[in-house]
């Protein structure tokens, strides 16, 4: 990651619409806040039970065993890719096979005014129950930015339990990004407190890999009228259902004018069809009418898709009066092939993933207009 450059977090796995805003959060320059630092932050302070529990502290991103690095994380990949270009250590905390220490981990993060540090602590379970508590605290009115990576590795049948607490001032900037996978009958719980901060982050991934494997999140936040607070879980889960080929996952395509796109893509491909239908700029014209009002096109490269008169969140808001009805017939006709074309490419994955009985829906056989 090149410093200054812009980061994207908490991308949803599955693209909502772009107005909703909802897609990805993005930061310009944390990273090269974070990455210019003078000397990194310091470590968390320790507290480990008695027995059960075996640490590793300052080890190095690069040593870590590649099956931590594999895990996903909430944040994303911009995430870390931070972390490992700041060279961040990590804190490598194991719960030995059979072990259920009786009191928590403890990390405490103390951070101070005008502090910017990240912090990195992964926790393995080989196979009994552990709690880790993590802290993050400062002066009320501090400000700073404050970066957590934590990852979770739960073998078959073992127990974590993840508590973190965010008590920092009111002008820091807090990141929080988990990442963890589940053997069988394995599970994960998060439990998560963000009570201080005014630019606030968090994303969490599981792996829910195993059978029976399971993950559990409570979440509690309080907000004040400037505070920003972007969330982002996922939970990965497949089964083995020997009669389920894939997952359709699309929410009525087409339904409500959510299949008529104007995005870039979308309008080239909208022109495209034009030509392909009307051959000449010159047939278009007349076809459309365009001549007697003196709206002719010189390409179809000027013809775009009538957003103003079919997007209810469009601005400068028109009346269809005021557009070509060719146009905005030939848009919605074209829209509807753009549709049969996606859900026919989606039956073809079905089709080629085995020899499985897959049915095109009803209405390809069809155009809606």
């Known amino acids: 990651m090149k410093q200054g450059t812009e980061m994207k977090i908490n991308r949803l796995p599955v693209r909502t619409w772009n107005w909703l805003h909802m897609n990805e959060s993005s930061l310009s320059d944390i990273d090269t806040v974070l990455l210019s630092r003078d000397k990194p932050a310091d470590g968390p302070v320790l507290t480990l039970p008695k027995e059960g529990i075996s640490c590793i502290r300052g080890m190095s991103t690069g040593m870590v065993e590649a099956g931590f690095r594999d895990i996903a994380t909430g944040m994303g ?67 700073g930015t404050a970066g957590f990576q934590t990852r979770l590795y739960a073998e078959k ?35 998560q407190l963000f009570l201080g901060a005014r630019n606030i982050y968090a994303g969490g991934s599981v792996n829910l890999a195993g059978d029976g494997s399971r993950m559990q999140t409570v979440i509690g936040y309080l907000g004040t ?49 034009l030509e392909q239908k009307y051959g000449t700029i010159e047939n278009f014209n007349q076809r459309s009418g365009a001549v007697f009002w003196s709206q002719e096109y010189q390409s179809f490269d000027q013809i775009t898709p009538p957003v103003n008169s079919i997007e209810p969140g469009a601005q400068n808001l028109i009346n269809a009066f005021y557009e070509n009805p060719l146009v905005r017939l030939d848009f919605e006709r074209f829209s509807s092939d753009s549709q049969i074309e996606f859900q026919n490419s989606q039956t073809e994955v079905y089709r080629l993933s085995g020899d499985h009985q897959c049915h095109r829906p009803c209405y390809q056989q069809h155009r809606l207009l």
């Open 225 to 273: 009228k400037n505070q920003k607070l972007d969330m982002n879980y996922t939970a990965e889960h497949y089964g083995k259902n020997p009669w389920v080929a894939g997952f359709q996952i699309d929410n009525e395509p087409a339904q409500e004018g959510t299949g008529r796109c104007t995005c870039p893509v979308c309008r080239k491909k909208f022109s495209r069809w």
């Open 77 to 143: 990949p911009d995430m870390e890719d931070l972390i490992r270009e700041s060279g961040t250590p990590v804190e490598i905390i194991r719960v030995k096979k059979g072990e259920k220490p009786e009191a928590p981990v403890k990390l405490a993060f103390p951070c101070k005014e005008g502090e910017h540090g990240l912090y990195a602590a992964y926790v393995y379970a080989e196979e009994g129950s552990v709690t880790v508590i993590m802290e993050a605290d400062s002066a009320r009115q501090a400000g």
């Open 157 to 191: 049948d073992a127990r974590i339990r993840l508590i973190q607490v965010q008590l920092l001032g009111k002008e820091y900037g807090y990141l929080n990004d988990v990442g963890g996978a589940c053997e069988e009958g394995a599970s994960i719980e998060l439990v």
